[in-house]
T-cell receptor, first 114, second 113 residues
Framework: GENVEQHPSTLSVQEGDSAVIKCTYS??????FPWYKQELGKGPQLIID?????GEKKDQRIAVTLNKTAKHFSLHITETQPEDSAVYFC?????????????FGPGTSLSVIP | DAGVIQSPRHEVTEMGQEVTLRCKPI?????LFWYRQTMMRGLELLIY????????DSGMPEDRFSAKMPNASFSTLKIQPSEPRDSAVYFC???????????FGPGTRLLVL
């Protein structure tokens, strides 16, 4: 079945620096790749997603890149701020079908040091 | 939209007791998911429903766990009897279709003594 790997498991950066989280997936039919942010005491929340017909997507300080040939995708956070500290999950799925589910990576704990 | 609603938010119970967690998905969403999150195992998918029908329950740890979705606006996850190793945060999530963006509830923090 589908497997999603995520690296690193923990990441510490200085405020203002960039953070990069990388994920790989195994199912070549995957075409939807969401990223979730989980703050302490809350449920994961979608922050950005990308579909297989797009190689890169940006939303303010957050960007995602996708390499379908290599089956990997990455989250880039620029000008990090303390409020970016959270656990980030990547995920993959085959998209809007009735019976396929979103597979989550194990998560990356990001700490932004003021 | 109120988002996914879960109750209770916190539950403390003694080993052997029955625990029932409740979830109200976002209106119009066809798929509902139950997850368990612990430090050791991370985020685990327990079961998911599509149009109120259980599609995949392979993540349910054992027969002590059961889930139902009697209608499109309500689901329960029941643990009977509960054990200390069931202590975790249980999340419910919903989506328009099972492979699409999931919206998570705030979770139920369960402690079994």
């Amino acid at each position: 079945g589908e497997n999603v790997e995520q690296h690193p498991s923990t990441l510490s950066v200085q405020e203002g620096d960039s953070a990069v989280i990388k994920c790989t997936y195994s199912d070549s039919a995957s075409n939807y790749f969401p990223w979730y942010k989980q703050e302490l005491g809350k449920g994961p929340q979608l922050i950005i997603d990308i579909r297989s017909n797009v190689g890169e997507k940006k939303d303010q300080r957050i960007a995602v890149t996708l390499n379908k040939t290599a089956k990997h995708f990455s989250l880039h956070i620029t000008e990090t701020q303390p409020e970016d500290s959270a656990v980030y999950f990547c995920a993959a799925s085959r998209g809007a079908t009735s019976y396929d589910k979103v597979i989550f990576g194990p998560g990356t704990s990001l700490s932004v040091i003021p | 939209d109120a988002g996914v609603i879960q109750s209770p938010r916190h539950e403390v119970t003694e080993m052997g007791q029955e625990v029932t967690l409740r979830c109200k998905p976002i209106s119009g969403h066809n798929s509902l998911f139950w997850y368990r999150q612990t430090m050791m195992r991370g985020l685990e998918l327990l079961i998911y429903f599509n149009n109120n029908v259980p599609i995949d329950d392979s993540g349910m740890p054992e027969d002590r766990f059961s889930a139902k979705m009697p209608n499109a606006s309500f689901s329960t996850l029941k643990i009977q009897p509960s054990e200390p190793r069931d202590s975790a945060v249980y999340f419910c999530a919903s989506s328009r279709e099972s492979g699409e963006t999931q919206y998570f509830g705030p979770g139920t923090r369960l402690l079994v003594l």
